[in-house]
């Protein structure tokens, strides 16, 4: 068996773009025993994975002296991988896969500091994310599969689906199967659909459709989900703050349609074919971080001023905001409901 060092510092969401590159490799029949080079964040998305035998954290944030990238360096180099992909295009990495002497390295062509790789892939900024990284694949001679999602593992094991169960018992009292999420947060304030106009959504699949809803989200995103459930007469589940990325994956497999801001909830969704609806305000498609296929929507509306940010920001530029207060909660429960009117594929 040949050793490969995968490699994917990103924010959370760009790692889970990262999951079908990631299952590629495990399933090209070449038995890659893989190390996982990541995040706190991520780790435990990526432990789990088919083929990954360890997973090396690397705090980016807290530890940014040369001394400390040496120290991972010598971790890495211990694993002893033959191969090294690199899903991330900084600069670090690219220095922290040269200083582990990974013989062959394999990165972006736009890449900082590029000539430290040993195969180069060209970037197609035209395409999504998820196919962008499938390509680095063409550097091992292995081939780029076309279709990526859902996901042949999706994660969950049986003890993380009886757990979701049980929360949605203990608020709804039975087990209801058809059940909505909402994703109403963010990392970037800008990147947050108001609170408001989640109310106006869960009460039209509440009393139109007759259908549950769930909020999903970190712990960051406790404030917001309160504030939307003052704002209803009826009761919903929270589950914000109370899943880990495991319970997550379990969490959107259960339901019938997600909606969602641009976040990690959105791609889990994406990556599990589950029918979702992308909220896109600051960013837009363009950047390549949004779902595709015919299980997708994206909502948004048209302005001069978008896209004002690569990943989103803490205050609107221009100050008012248009491009979240402006998308009306009519407009993305039709797209919802054309979604539920689809055959799951």
Not at 197 to 202: T, V
């Amino acid at each position: 068996m040949e050793r490969l060092l995968f490699l994917d510092t990103a924010y959370l969401g760009d790692c889970l773009l990262s999951l079908p590159l990631l299952e590629a490799l495990a399933q090209s029949g070449k038995n890659f025993e893989i190390g996982v080079v990541t995040t706190p964040l991520a780790q435990d998305l990526f432990a789990r994975r088919p083929g990954v035998v360890e997973v090396f954290v690397w705090d980016k944030r807290k530890d940014k002296t040369p001394w400390g990238l040496y120290k991972t360096a010598k971790r890495l180099e211990g694993f002893g991988a033959a191969l090294a992909v690199s899903a991330h295009k900084s600069a670090r990495s690219a220095v922290l896969l040269a200083l582990a002497r990974v013989p062959l390295r394999v990165g972006f062509s736009t890449a900082k500091l590029s000539f430290l790789y040993h195969a180069l892939v060209p970037e197609d900024t035209t395409l999504p994310v998820v196919k962008r990284k499938l390509r680095l694949l063409s550097a091992l001679g292995l081939p780029v599969p076309e279709r990526c999602v859902p996901l042949s593992d999706p994660g969950v094991d049986p003890a993380q689906k009886a757990r979701v169960q049980a929360m949605l018992v203990q608020v709804f009292g039975y087990l209801p199967f058809e059940l909505v999420g909402l994703a109403p947060g963010s990392v970037w304030q800008t990147k947050r659909w108001p609170a408001g106009h989640f109310i106006e959504l869960i009460k039209m699949f509440k009393v139109r459709l007759g259908m549950e809803c769930v909020l999903i989200g970190g712990q960051e995103d406790r404030t917001i989900a309160r504030e939307i459930q003052k704002g209803l007469p009826f009761p919903l589940a929270d589950f914000t703050g109370r899943t880990t990325i495991a319970d997550l994956f379990a969490a959107i497999q259960a339901l019938k349609l997600l909606v969602s801001n641009d976040s990690a909830p959105m791609h889990v969704a994406f990556l599990l074919g589950v029918p979702v609806v992308g909220i896109f305000g600051p960013t837009t498609a363009r950047f390549g971080f949004v779902p595709f296929g015919e299980n997708t929507r994206v909502a948004e509306i048209e302005l001069s001023c978008r896209p004002c940010a690569r990943h989103g920001g803490r205050h609107c530029p221009k100050g008012h905001f248009l491009c979240m207060r402006g998308l009306d909660p009519e407009k993305v429960f039709e797209m919802g409901g054309s979604l539920l009117a689809r055959p799951r594929q």
